[in-house]
Every structure is written in structure tokens, then in C-alpha cells.
């Protein structure tokens, strides 16, 4: 299966030592290319047999399945530039949100699905956020889905959901390592430990917590409730939590939405189809 990928910067390259990782794919397998070819060339030096090659419609020419791995403003571009080589038996992939997969659909001759990765694929676990365009046959689901399986466990999501799945699956990462480093700085402003300390006990935890979800030997609830012993110091600790957290959850979800109107505001102008909502 030779899959191609445009655009070689944090998640094309995530993508394609994953799949090399969970060994879905080999590098020989893969036809890659980047704006700054440099970068697809060091992932080529590193895994011998990925080929090259100087442009997007090079990879449209080379490959039927195609992850685009840009940022969403340079996907129309890409797209109207190889038009001329996509077929009809082409799929195209986009790993970014503020495209629809009807927008694609759109202005391609052929099927195009959504995926969206998490920074947390590379340890091949995680989730990765699924979407399928019209056009994709029963058979190009299940191979994109079972390749997917190689990495991660691909759920499909409905348009509606999209942004906040991927706040959850995809910022998530990114929010939790903010909530603990704020653990980790009060824990050392407001006690004798070192940050050194503080951030080995919360790394190891933090493991720890992901291990005991893995085996399913707790969910949430009875995992908060076997450690808040009765009168213990858990409890105060939760209290705390309960007493000030306030809305910040709800404050966040709220601003990543309101983000995702104006990226697709910049985006929908580009193609013929508009978003329903
Ligand atoms: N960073 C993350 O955790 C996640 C990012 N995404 C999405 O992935 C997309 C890419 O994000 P990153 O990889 O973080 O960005 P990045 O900036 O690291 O990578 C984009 C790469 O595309 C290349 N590029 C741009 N235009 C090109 C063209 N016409 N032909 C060939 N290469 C081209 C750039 O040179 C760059 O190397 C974004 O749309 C983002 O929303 C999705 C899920 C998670
Ligand atoms: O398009 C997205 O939703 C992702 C999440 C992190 C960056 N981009």
C-alpha cells in the first residue's frame, strides 16, 4: 500500500513514524513531500526507502491515499494546484477541523475523509477523530479504519461534535500538561519541595493513572472514590476543586468554539459549499 503524505512538519511526521512504528506501513511504502524539502528529506535519511518527491502533485501521481497535513487556509490551494492528476479512485485525507468533509468532497473529483490525530498517537494509543465524505465506499471505511487501528482507536465522529472531540482528544494533551504545571508550581511555592521532585512524582502518577484506565481496573468515579478515603485528606483536597474551579471548563469549551466560527469564517469563503451551521 503506498501512502502518500504533504506536508512533513509535527503531525505529518507523527503520522508517518507511527504507522512506520507500529509497523501498519514501511518506509518504502511512503511518498512524501514538504514546502521546505529539506524536512521530508531528514525523514527520508532516517528511515531508508521513503521517497521524496518536490511536490504535492508529485505525491498525487505517485500515491492513492493521501494524508494533507497543512494548516487548513493551505488545503484549497494544494488541492486546485494538483487538480489536474487527483482521479476519481484518489482519497484524500485532512487531519484539520475547520474542513468539512463536504468542503473537500467539494473540489476533488474523488472521496475525501477527515482524521484527526492526537499528539498522543506516537506512543500508538490514544484516540483519532473519524469522518467520512459521501463518497467513501463501505471498503475504503473499513482500510481506513483498520489503518488507523495501527495507531490509535479511530472513533467517528458527526460534524456537530467536532471540535469539542477534538478539545478532548487532540488540545487535551496540550491543556492537561498546563493544568499540571500549575500543580507543580504551587505545589513548590506553597511547600519545601524541589520542582525537580514535584514533577517526578506528578510524571509517575500521571502513568500510573493512564495504566489503571488502560487495564480498566477503574473508571473516573470509583478511582476518585477509592482513594478519597472517609474524613481523609483526599476529600480536602476535592473540596478545594469543587469550591473553586467554578466554570473554567465550561468558559474553555465556549472560546474553542468560538474559534472554530472564525477558522471556518477564513476558510468557507475558499470553497463552494458552506457550512450548515
Ligand atoms: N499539532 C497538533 O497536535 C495537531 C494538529 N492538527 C492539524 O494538523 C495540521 C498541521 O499541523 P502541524 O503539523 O502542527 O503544522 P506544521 O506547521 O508543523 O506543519 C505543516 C507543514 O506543512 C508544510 N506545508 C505547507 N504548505 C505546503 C504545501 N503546499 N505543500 C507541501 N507542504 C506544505 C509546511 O512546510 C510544514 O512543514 C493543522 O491543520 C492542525 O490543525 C491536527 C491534530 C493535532
Ligand atoms: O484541528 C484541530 O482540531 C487540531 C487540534 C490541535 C490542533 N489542531
Do not use: W
Amino acid at each position: 500500500m503506498t501512502i502518500g503524505v504533504i506536508g512533513t512538519g509535527n503531525m505529518g511526521t507523527l503520522l508517518i513514524e507511527s504507522f512506520i512504528r507500529s509497523k501498519a506501513i514501511q518506509p518504502s511504502e511512503f511518498v512524501i513531500t514538504n514546502r521546505t524539502l529539506s524536512k521530508a528529506e531528514s525523514l527520508s535519511k532516517k528511515y531508508e526507502g521513503i521517497q521524496v518527491v518536490p511536490s504535492a502533485k508529485s505525491v498525487f501521481k505517485e500515491a492513492k491515499t493521501i494524508f494533507i497535513c497543512v494548516k487548513p487556509l493551505s488545503i484549497y490551494p494544494l488541492l486546485k494546484e494538483a487538480n489536474d492528476v487527483i482521479e476519481h479512485n484518489h482519497l484524500v485525507i485532512s487531519i484539520t477541523s475547520p474542513i468539512r468533509v463536504e468542503q473537500l468532497e467539494s473540489s476533488l473529483p474523488c472521496p475525501a475523509a477527515r482524521v484527526i490525530p492526537s499528539i498522543v498517537n506516537q506512543t500508538l494509543s490514544g484516540s483519532t477523530l473519524l469522518t467520512f465524505g459521501e463518497r467513501c465506499t463501505e471498503e475504503v471505511k473499513t482500510s481506513l479504519t483498520q489503518l488507523l487501528q495501527s495507531i490509535s482507536n479511530p472513533i467517528e465522529i458527526e460534524e456537530e461534535i467536532t471540535r469539542v472531540s477534538s478539545d478532548l482528544s487532540s488540545c487535551g494533551p496540550a491543556f492537561l500538561s498546563y493544568l499540571f504545571e500549575r500543580m507543580i508550581s504551587a505545589a513548590v511555592s506553597t511547600t519545601e519541595i524541589t520542582e525537580e521532585k514535584a514533577t517526578q512524582l506528578l510524571t509517575d502518577m500521571v502513568i500510573g493513572v493512564g495504566k489503571l484506565f488502560e487495564e480498566k481496573t477503574y473508571t473516573l468515579d470509583t478511582l476518585k472514590k477509592k482513594v478519597m478515603v472517609k474524613g481523609g485528606v483526599t476529600g480536602v483536597g476535592i473540596q478545594i476543586l469543587e469550591d473553586e474551579l467554578g466554570e473554567v471548563f465550561e468558559h474553555l469549551f465556549k472560546a474553542t468554539q468560538m474559534k472554530f466560527v472564525e477558522d471556518h469564517k477564513e476558510v468557507d469563503p475558499q470553497y463552494s459549499i458552506k457550512p450548515s451551521s
